[in-house]
């Protein structure tokens, strides 16, 4: 990929709210924006859908239950998205292990968000997980996927300090927050160069993108 990629092209598959994914689609609207969406999919009837069709994205329900073998869910899916002109895929709140199958089809070109400060967490329940471990800190990543869950290099994280009369509700609604300004950073400085990703390393050519973004004191963003 060259430096500057005014035109990526993503697909954000989800499988619920879609809230990621409306801050994804709010970010692309503004001027500066530097990528585009071109398809949001589910596997499963999600609520992100209908937020994205009244957005005016083209949407697509591939829907896990219509195919017998998840092998088949997932061809059907890398259709979609090959048809829809996307180069990258954006996972947001996608419930389903994708297959290293499907990995390797896009392979270095699939992020994901992930509510932890990886390695810590990966998984499910990580914000109930992070409390009874009494961590002092909690956060945000968002990596490259790889067939090992969770696993591939951080691009970028958002870390903030967890307080003591924080529940699991609590704690992760300041870490939508963030989640919320940290992927569309993210991707936008895939688009414009300012971060490369060759061969699954992670390189920061401009950190200066983080000027643009208004963070309380006690966040943290970390360059992977
Ligand atoms: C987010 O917490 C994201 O980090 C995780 O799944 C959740 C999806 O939420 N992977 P939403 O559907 O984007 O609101």
């Known amino acids: 990929m060259s430096r500057a990629n005014s035109q990526l092209k993503i697909a954000v ?16 609207e503004t001027p500066n924006a530097s990528y585009q969406i071109c398809l ?10 209908s937020i994205a069709s009244d957005a005016g994205l083209s949407t697509a329900l591939i829907d896990r239950k219509s195919y017998t073998s998840k092998q088949d869910h997932e061809r059907a899916l890398a ?15 996608y419930m ?11 392979e270095g070109k699939i992020i994901n968000i ?3 400060l990886l390695p810590d967490y990966k998984g499910l329940h990580t914000h109930e997980r992070a409390l009874a471990d009494s ?8 990596h490259l996927v790889t067939p090992v869950l969770d696993d591939g290099a951080v691009i970028a994280q958002m870390r903030l300090p967890v307080r003591s009369a924080d529940t699991q509700e609590s704690l992760s609604a300041r870490v939508l927050v963030l989640e919320h300004i940290l992927y569309p950073m993210v991707i936008g400085s895939l688009a414009s160069g300012a971060v490369t990703l060759d061969a699954g390393q992670v390189c920061w050519q401009d950190i200066s993108v983080a000027n643009a973004l208004s963070l ?8 992977g």
């Open 79 to 93: 259709e979609a998205i090959e048809a829809s002109g996307a180069n990258w895929i954006c996972l947001a709140g």
């Open 40 to 49: 949001v999919a589910a596997n499963k009837p999600a609520d992100g859908l």
């Open 114 to 116: 992930h509510p932890s």
């Open 13 to 28: 598959l989800i499988s619920g709210r879609g809230s990621n994914m409306q801050a994804l689609a709010n970010h692309a």
């Open 216 to 223: 309380s004191e006690d966040t943290t963003l970390i360059f």
């Open 96 to 106: 389903s292990v994708l297959s290293a199958d499907f990995i390797a089809r896009f």
């Open 135 to 142: 961590q002092k800190f909690h956060g945000v990543s968002v």
